[in-house]
């Protein structure tokens, strides 16, 4: 098992960066799949981008060249840098790991793109 808590969600301006964290409760460098996904209202939980424990990143296209996730072994958390935001990034934010063979999710943070 795993327990995922995720920090750093807030209001930012557009064009904007934040840096979201996930800490997990054990090695992070041990689960499978770790990854981002997002939620705006009225709208369907979409995948922002993955990470595999070989370090291989995949990003929604969107996302691409924008968002960056990177992980802390050292702290057993994962990042995701967000540059250049704009207000369609506005959602909540979700940390998502696989771990034999079983989804776990945080609890989410609010990122609001909005000038």
């Known amino acids: 098992q795993v327990q995922l808590v995720e920090a750093g969600g807030g209001l930012v301006q557009p064009g904007g960066s934040l840096r979201l964290s996930c800490a997990a409760s054990r090695n992070i460098f041990s689960i499978f799949l770790l990854g981002w996904f997002r939620q705006a209202p009225g709208k369907e939980r979409e995948m922002v981008g993955t990470?595999?424990?070989?370090?291989?990143?995949n990003y929604a296209d969107s996302m691409k060249g924008r968002f960056t996730i990177s992980r802390d072994g050292a702290k057993n958390t994962m990042y995701l840098q967000m540059n250049n935001l704009k207000p369609e990034d506005t959602a909540v934010y979700y940390c998502?790991?696989?771990?034999?063979?079983?989804?776990?999710w945080g609890q989410g943070t609010q990122v609001t793109v909005s000038s």
């Open positions: 998502y790991a696989s771990l034999d063979g079983r989804p776990y």
């Open positions: 990470v595999t424990s070989g370090a291989t990143t």
